[in-house]
């Protein structure tokens, strides 16, 4: 079965929501926050320019097995899904992220 983008945006606005603690009955002070969660699929190459970021060297043997594309190996590139926050409904803008914030990396934005 394929996901669609809404069903990833639900399933991403579900586990948002997993973390929100619930409010006690007698409590008035609540305020309702909308936050706008794409899992965005993207192509991901986990090792970018060819070669052994560690020793700055091409990969040995060793290390071809993993990045190396074939009937049984899935190579170094690859898709995968990024959660990042977008500033209002449309999905087309990608929210800025404060300077404190940017040390994420892509965890919270590309």
Not at 45 to 70: H, L
Not at 93 to 100: D, T, Y
Request: glycine residues 10%; without cysteine.
């Amino acid at each position: 079965m394929k996901t669609g983008w809404k069903e990833l945006v639900l399933m991403g606005l579900l586990a948002v929501s997993a973390f929100v603690p619930a409010a006690s009955p007698g409590d008035t002070t609540g305020r309702t926050r909308t936050y706008y969660i794409a899992a965005d699929e993207v192509t991901w190459d986990y090792a970018p320019g060819g070669i052994n970021q560690i020793t700055g060297k091409p990969f040995g043997d060793a290390e071809s097995f993993w990045v190396a594309s074939g009937p049984r190996q899935i190579g170094k590139v690859v898709k995968k899904a990024l959660y990042r926050e977008y500033s209002d409904a449309t999905f087309a803008q990608l929210k800025p992220r404060p300077k404190e914030w940017e040390h994420l990396g892509f965890l919270a934005r590309s």
